[in-house]
């Protein structure tokens, strides 16, 4: 099985555009923090500066594209800045309503930035070794693109159906950039130590096969042992080099991933909580509960009834 595609559609992963923008000089606005949430921009024209709390200010120029996978706020300029106008500000100033390209400035085409921005989002409580060793940001350049042509193309099917008027390009560009999330994490880990050596292990033979067995049966009565013996390794070998790669211990991982389940099957089912304890392997409802209770502070009851 894909077991990045199993984490992601568990954690909800729901793509969302904000605005294509012409920004003609000089502009500048502060992106305001938004919570379960990645947020990426995408260069079509100009020059952009993005800067993060206590980070030397990223540019960006035709082609390349930033992901901010925790949602932090960030200025977007076309000079170096340190301080910008909110967003909220600059889209009354221009008495933007949501619909069609975001003018600020002259709206110049040969001198302004144009962007496509947008956000993916995830489920309250979404969890996992990949969310957690996100770095920062993500940078994507134009040379980057042409190293991995699938993203390439992903990008530039987004971009041309930002610019169409055709029925359905809003749904299109939402469902390509769930894609684009996918390939963004593929092609920038590379550089990046933490979630490079996460996903790794998905590539692993013998850590890779533990993770889809756990992913593919997480009902099942699994343990160190168990697990160990199934990929050919030794307990303490696997154990060791599990934590190594994934970040956690084995029964950790899977304790943290049956609770990712509950919350899909609540949010998306009538399931009662006795239902949701057999479908993630809890041998109780009072197991699965006093469990739920003591990883996100509510009883899966509570949960359901504040959706």
């Known amino acids: 099985m894909d077991i990045l595609n199993d ?8 793509g969302a555009l904000y605005f294509r923008t012409d920004f003609s000089g000089p502009w500048s606005v502060t992106v305001p923090v938004l919570e379960h949430a990645a947020r990426f921009h995408l260069v079509i024209q100009g020059q952009c500066h993005v800067k993060l709390p206590g980070e030397e200010a990223v540019i960006l120029g035709p082609g390349d594209l930033v992901l901010i996978p925790k949602g932090q706020t960030h200025i977007l300029s076309d000079s170096p800045v340190e301080d910008a106008p909110p967003l ?9 309503d949501g619909d069609g390209v975001l003018v600020v400035g002259e709206g110049n085409d040969t001198a302004s930035t144009q962007l496509i921005c947008g956000h993916f989002t995830f489920r309250k409580n979404a969890d996992h070794p990949i969310l957690r060793s ?15 042509p699938w ?11 930002m610019f169409s008027e055709n029925v359905g390009s809003d749904a299109s560009v ?17 550089d990046q130590d933490e979630i490079g050596a996460l996903l790794k292990g998905f590539q692993d033979p013998q850590i890779g096969h533990a993770l889809e067995l756990m992913h ?12 160990a013996r199934q990929v050919g390794m030794s307990r ?17 991982y899977l304790s943290d991933w049956r609770l990712q389940k509950a919350l899909s099957i609540l949010d998306h089912s009538n399931c009662s909580v006795q239902q949701v304890a057999v479908q993630t392997g ?6 699965f509960t006093r469990a739920f209770a003591g990883k996100f502070g509510v009883a899966p009851t509570i949960y359901r009834q504040m959706l």
């Open 282 to 287: 809890y041998q109780s409802p009072a197991a």
């Open 174 to 190: 939402r469902r390509l950039s769930e894609i684009m999330f996918i390939e963004l994490l593929r092609a920038g880990i590379e």
């Open 134 to 148: 996100l770095p920062d940001y993500l940078l994507t350049t134009a040379s980057m693109r042409a190293q991995n």
């Open 7 to 14: 984490i992601l559609d568990t954690l909800d992963l729901k």
């Open 88 to 96: 909220e500000h600059v889209l009354e100033a221009v008495q933007y």
């Open 236 to 252: 303490s070998r696997f154990a060791e080099r599990f934590g190594d790669l994934v970040g956690q211990g084995p029964m950790s």
């Open 216 to 227: 593919r049966e997480p009902t099942g009565s699994w343990t160190v042992e168990s697990l």
């Open 151 to 161: 993203l390439d193309e992903i990008l530039r099917l987004i971009n041309r159906q």
